[in-house]
């Protein structure tokens, strides 16, 4: 069976040179970063220079880089380290309507905790509207935390004006960039943001593998107490294998973006342009230009994810609905919701991430594959056939 990988967002494939600079520290270099000796100092060497290549990628100082597990700790760490480490300044947040659930989730533990938080609403889009935003602050306004790149549609957001809305009114500034570091350029001196997400998941680096940018002299609360690992702010003996991993991705990432993002972002076109095309019912979803170069994400109306997932898996084809973290939730996506899309249609979600091994006949073999499971879906729906009775067919 020809197997087809259209799932970039879940996780990427790991990179053989990313491989290969991680084997040593999976064998013979397997000492404690901590440790004194020559072998606990060869793996603090390879754990600092990963993080010199991190801090290239985005432009950064590598003190300002500290390593995590994934991007929902990342985030975690972000929002929670920052707003308790400024409470006593005020203690209101604002968040985007379509972040990640583990912003989400976070803002809702520091809700329990005495903290306010405002959900700002988007445009059909996905598009934060940073007048919107601006209407939304307060007195006691200490933290915003709005995604750079929307992992499930696709969208970029407007950071830049953000983050100077922020800063003129001394607010910090946290964003979630998982799904768009190493995928394109991201400057954090330009941006102008106090902290940012990252994983090393998203850009042929390992899993479990991630990192939190933190701007000098802006003060984060640790997430994990404990050791002195990570200048004091998470604990925990260091991950040396996967650390190396990410910062090989981040090293390969700088140099290949560029030819990377042709090659899918022309297959994207194509598959933009041609389902439509070969399936009736099909919205894009996402802003049509300002979108991630490998994303493409729909609303298949009559049908579900979960089943045309199945049926794709079946055939060999790995796609998504809605985003990793509430696939298996059997409900609405919360970013699709927000955009303004019906229940009905949002429980159509396919959201398509091309990687660079992906080929042109790939895109093909889908598009051969995908309209039959949609007629044969279609004929088990209520919706379609009352939709067929309605239209007189």
Not at 7 to 20: F, G, M, S, Y
Not at 143 to 159: C, D, F, H, K, Q
Not at 243 to 262: D, F, Q, S, W, Y
Not at 306 to 311: G, Q
Request: proline share 4%; with cysteine.
């Amino acid at each position: 069976m020809r197997r087809v990988y259209l799932d970039r967002i879940a996780a990427t494939p790991l990179h053989p040179q990313v491989l290969e600079a991680m084997l040593p520290y999976l064998k013979e270099n397997f000492g404690n970063p901590q440790s004194l000796h020559s072998v606990g100092q060869e793996a603090l060497s390879a754990v600092e220079e990963a993080r010199e290549k991190v801090a290239q990628l985005i432009n950064c100082e590598p003190t300002e880089i500290f390593f995590t597990s994934s991007g929902s700790e990342s985030n975690n760490f972000a929002l929670k380290g920052l707003a308790l480490a400024h409470q006593k300044k005020g203690t209101h947040i604002i968040l985007s309507a379509v972040e990640h659930q583990s912003i989400l989730h976070s803002a809702k533990s520091l809700e329990k905790l005495g903290f306010r938080v405002n959900s700002v609403p988007v445009d059909k889009w996905g598009m934060v509207d940073p007048e919107e935003l601006k209407r939304a602050f307060s007195d006691e306004t200490i933290l915003v935390s709005v995604m750079l790149a929307n992992n499930e549609v696709g969208t970029i957001e407007p950071i830049g004006e953000i983050a100077r809305i922020c800063r003129a009114r001394d607010v910090l500034f946290h964003t979630d960039a998982v799904a768009a570091v190493g995928n394109i350029p991201v400057d954090v001196k330009e941006l102008g943001v106090d902290a940012l997400s990252l994983a090393g998941s998203q850009f042929y680096g390992p899993q479990g593998s991630a990192a939190l940018f933190v701007k000098k002299g802006v003060r984060i609360l640790p997430f994990i107490d404990g050791g002195i690992q990570e200048s004091g702010r998470r604990a925990g003996t260091e991950n040396v294998s996967g650390i190396v991993g990410l910062g090989k991705a981040a090293e390969i990432a700088k140099k290949e973006m560029e030819k990377r993002n042709e090659k899918v972002k022309l297959l994207r076109d194509r598959l933009v342009k041609l389902l439509p095309q070969k399936v009736e019912h099909v919205f894009l979803t996402g802003h049509p230009e300002k979108r991630l170069p490998h994303h493409a994400s729909f609303c298949i109306e009559f049908v579900e994810g979960e089943a045309m997932l199945l049926n794709l898996d079946m055939q060999g084809i790995s796609v998504s609905s809605g985003s990793a973290c509430t696939s298996r939730a059997l409900k609405a996506s919360h970013v699709l919701l927000a955009m303004g899309i019906d229940h009905a249609l949002a429980q159509g979600s396919l959201v398509f991430s091309l990687i660079e091994e992906t080929t042109s006949e790939d895109i093909d073999y889908f598009l051969e594959v995908f309209p039959p499971i949609i007629e044969r879906l279609r004929k088990m729906s209520p919706l379609y056939t009352e939709y067929l009775e309605e239209k007189g067919k």
